[in-house]
């Protein structure tokens, strides 16, 4: 028996794959700022943060690092209403994916910042500079300069990993595709198109995180 692909279904299906689309490129785009906003704050801590505030930091990193994002997820959307907290399935996707991203690029951007001679702190001293003017110019910079494809592939990575926010009915891409092949019953035909939608995303947003980085660090984009 030879199976028949049958994509009509397609057609009538593109506001449903394009809502679906456009939740999960807000998913990664307020995930992607916040989260390494997140991870820029925690990585200060771990680095050159007081000491009493280091042990908090580290538990929540290793905390995030060592458990699934499904779990993550859950316990934000159904654990946190035992506590009187609820919200919107997408205010806890984004919090979930904020929370995730932030442990993760703060381990990456920590090792940036560590690699940062002790030299140019002294030389950021000697100009004056107050210490957040220091951390920013003299450090942070120099950092996120060394480490942007790596901080790059873990932005992309959570954006794939958002696939399972749909398990809160979050209308994200794959809740889309559940949701078209719940109708049409193809299945193998639904999935295809939904691989190369989340394949052509990854793409894109790994070009654009990469002229980004090109725009912000243009000395290294020109080497």
Known sequence: ????????????SLPVLLKGIRITAQLILIGA?????????CAWVRALGPKWLKPVVATYVELIRNTPFLIQLFFIFFGLP????????LTAANLAMIVNLGAYSCEIIRAGIQ???RGQFEAGASLAMTPFQAFWHVVLVPA???????LSSQIVIVMLGSAVVSQIA???LTFAANFIQSRNFRAFE??????????ALAILLRQLLAGLGGMLFPRKASR
């Open 1 to 12: 028996m030879t199976y028949q692909f049958d994509f009509s279904w397609l057609i009538g």
């Open 170 to 172: 979050a209308e994200d």
């Open 115 to 117: 690699a940062t001679p």
């Open 33 to 41: 700022v916040f989260g390494v906003a997140l991870g820029i704050a």
């Open 144 to 150: 996120l300069q060394r480490i942007w494809p790596a």
């Open 82 to 89: 035992s506590l009187g907290i609820r919200m919107s399935e």
């Open 190 to 199: 639904t999935y295809i198109v939904s691989t190369l939608i989340y394949l």
